[in-house]
């Protein structure tokens, strides 16, 4: 017997907001017989749930039937109605299977409720011009469902409760907005009261409008300081749906019946910066009840972003581990630093009281000076320390509760500032502080633990590094490999096709940084081995015929490539090997060095290119120790893998002085570091996780097996 036990839409995290005509159905199942296999598969897809149960006296609610179709197909099952799906609609949809002995089993009931076609896909006409969305007060008994979006990020609420209606934090995705515009889909019938009910949101300006603001720090100055700014005025748009029970649908729309007023956070830089007055703040704003005052406003139409409007199909956004501080210390009177223990991607979460008028600034560190206070190792960004805070305002006199409405950063330390442990100074009190990761909702795979120590410590720390803000491409290909042994990376990467092809410029050429949150030059802004990762989807084809084309007009001396940012991490990173590194990739069996001839090509990094691509005769390889970057220690253990020597890995990662792995544990770090150094700018990075984790795959392993013997096997996941 086999049971289906997961079934999904390809490319859809979430299916609220289907907007496409063609999808792709997948689905699994688990059998305890070893043996079990399908043999043929139908899939039907109804308006009604009638209408599915009865889909072998088809009627007009029927929308799609495959029929029967032999084969062991599961994945990429094409869904194309002739007449396309109906418009704002709920479809519900079912596989049944059939296994070798000719038995059926079928699955649970799925559903996906649909946009609709527009022949523009623009933005409506009306759109939030401010920070708060209306307080309308909206009187029915409905099953709504509702389509927003909010440009930079919007929390949404409905009745009082923000983002409970998704959990999410940071919607809409980043897109290019001049292209593409996301927006989201919620489902608050259950959130719904009988008499009046509230739909609301606050709006800040996100990667869309960026704010640096007077005396926050943004970037060094040895390059443009600004944001990529795609629009000037925050904007926001609502459709809600209200199916009712008799059949009848209604679509209420954002206008200039709305409210809207100006937000207690006047500032909301996503690098970690944001402004909020609490005595500016008009408390249960978006519940019933409420009595507008001095301040609000009709909405007014704005010009708004000319992207196209596309349902939000990535992964989600939302807060996950909670970290509580393993020690509290105070710096000096009116300072306190808390240690959470980890670092990661976080929105803190901080209670305090205190007088009305009360400042209190908090800042974040991944590391700390010896005296507890917040520390930025690399001169070139010293200015984080004191340019990169948040700033809260107490309305006072009892306990108030602060967290970061669009804002986030990687951090281990706490900072905060004009505050005291207890009443027994005149300062506002702390009462409490957590941290909260964020991260993507991308369902989690699997997990590994072994018995040797430092090893899981490793893989631990592999959980935590990754970049959390900018759009480099090397994380894209990067970590691609590693992370779909964790998670489900599909829709992700789906997303950042998109991405790809929207940023790709005139001539070709596809950005290091997609998308752009300010202006890169150089090897930061053309580099082959960050730049240039697309997947080859039907889609993507043209896309990377233009790209190669691009890299053509750059070849020089006969072929090589010479621009780019080489080997990023090893020795001083910028430039390292480039010539080995770039034009390597770029042809994938060329090996050469134009770098400084007999010098730089006799190190580890040429040496592994030309390893990794066959080119070397078996009598001259040997033993290595690490003296490799990002890029290039992919091939270094690409290579001692398909040799077959994954003992060196692990010789090389347990090196006592840097370039080693478990030099970053010795020195007490929970995550990786962005280069070989103990003292360096950034703590949390994805440059050696993607190899660790890979890596991990080739360490032999004790595994228990239920039995009363113990099994050692070497194990290579799947």
């Not at 799925?110 to 909206?138: I, V």
């Not at 390597?584 to 691509?613: C, I």
Request: net charge negative.
């Amino acid at each position: 017997m086999i049971n289906v036990t997961r079934c999904g839409i390809h490319a859809f995290h979430e299916v609220l907001g289907i907007d496409t005509d063609i999808i792709r159905f997948f689905w699994v199942f688990h059998s305890e017989h070893e043996n079990a296999r399908q043999t043929a598969f139908q899939v039907v897809v109804a308006l009604t749930i009638s209408a599915l149960d009865a889909s072998d006296t088809p009627g007009h609610h029927m929308v799609w039937d495959s029929c029967k179709v032999d084969g062991d197909e599961q994945r990429n099952i094409v869904c194309h109605p002739g007449g396309g799906f109906k418009s704002a609609s709920f479809h519900y949809w079912r596989v049944t299977i059939w296994d070798q002995n000719g038995n059926t089993t079928s699955s649970a009931l799925n559903e996906f409720f649909t946009t609709y076609p527009r022949s523009s896909q623009l933005l409506p006409q009306y759109s939030m011009n401010q920070t708060y969305m209306p307080h309308s007060s909206l009187i029915f008994r409905t099953w709504p469902i509702v389509f927003a979006s909010g440009l930079g990020h919007f929390n949404f609420s409905c009745n009082g409760k923000l983002n409970s209606a998704s959990g999410h934090v940071l919607d809409p995705g980043w897109t290019n907005y001049h292209r593409t515009v996301q927006f989201v889909a919620y489902d608050v019938s259950d959130m719904l009261t009988e008499g009046e009910n509230v739909i609301g949101a606050h709006v800040g300006t996100g990667f869309y409008a960026g704010d640096q603001g007077s005396d926050r720090f943004f970037w060094p100055k040895y390059e443009d300081n600004t944001y990529v700014r795609y629009g000037n005025e925050l904007c926001f748009f609502a459709e809600i749906h209200l199916l009712h029970e008799e059949g009848s649908h209604d679509c209420i729309t954002t206008g200039p019946e709305w409210k809207i007023r100006d937000s207690a956070t006047s500032l909301a830089n996503i690098y970690s910066s944001e402004t909020k007055d609490f005595r500016a703040y008009p408390t249960r704003w978006d519940a019933p009840g409420f009595i507008e005052e001095d301040g609000w406003r009709a909405a007014t139409p704005v010009t708004g972003p000319r992207g196209k409007l596309k349902y939000q199909s990535q992964p989600p956004v939302t807060l996950q581990d909670i970290f509580k501080p393993v020690s509290r210390k105070t710096i000096e009177t009116g300072v306190i630093t808390f240690n959470l223990g980890q670092n990661a991607s976080t929105m803190i979460k901080i209670e305090f009281s205190g007088p009305i008028g009360s400042e209190i600034i908090i800042r974040f560190s991944e590391t700390v000076d010896h005296y507890g206070k917040v520390l930025m190792l690399d001169p070139l960004f010293k200015q984080i320390e004191r340019g990169v805070f948040c700033k809260v305002t107490l309305a006072g006199p009892g306990v108030e509760t602060w967290e970061p409405d669009f804002c986030f950063t990687s951090t281990r330390y706490i900072q905060v500032e004009g505050v005291a442990l207890n009443a027994d100074v005149n300062l506002p009190v702390v009462h409490s502080l957590v941290g909260r990761h964020v991260s993507s909702t991308a369902r989690k795979l699997g997990s590994i633990e072994i018995d040797k120590e430092d090893v899981s410590a490793l893989i631990k720390m592999c959980y935590w590094s990754f970049i959390e803000k900018f759009g480099w491409l090397e994380v894209t290909h990067l970590l691609a490999p590693s992370t779909q042994y964790i998670r489900d990376m599909e829709t992700l990467y789906s997303k950042i096709l998109d991405d790809i092809f929207d940023a790709q410029e005139p001539n070709g050429l596809v950005p290091t940084i997609v998308l752009e949150i300010r202006y890169m030059c150089g090897p930061f802004h053309d580099t082959i081995t960050w730049g240039g990762s697309t997947h080859v989807f039907e889609k993507m084809f043209e896309p990377c015929v233009r790209y190669m084309e691009y890299l053509r007009t750059k070849e020089r001396c006969g072929g090589l490539i010479g621009h780019g940012l080489g080997d990023w991490g090893h020795d001083i990173a910028f430039g390292s090997n480039q010539a080995n590194i770039e034009t390597a990739v770029y042809y994938r069996s060329f090996y050469t060095s134009r770098d400084d001839l007999k010098t730089k090509d006799r190190n580890m990094v040429a040496q592994a290119v030309a390893l990794h691509f066959e080119l070397v005769p078996a009598q001259y390889i040997g033993d290595y120790r690490i003296e490799a970057g990002e890029i290039s220690l992919k091939l270094v253990w690409n290579t001692l893998s398909g040799i077959d020597r994954p003992e060196i890995v692990l010789k090389m990662a347990r090196q006592e002085e840097h370039p080693s792995y478990m030099r970053f544990i010795r020195q007490g770090e929970t995550t990786l570091n962005e280069f070989w150094q103990d003292a360096c700018r950034s703590m949390i990075d994805i440059i050696f996780d993607r190899k660790a984790t890979e890596r991990g795959e080739e360490i032999q392993i004790d595994v228990a097996v239920p039995t009363s013997t113990t099994g050692y096997l070497s194990i290579t996941p799947q």
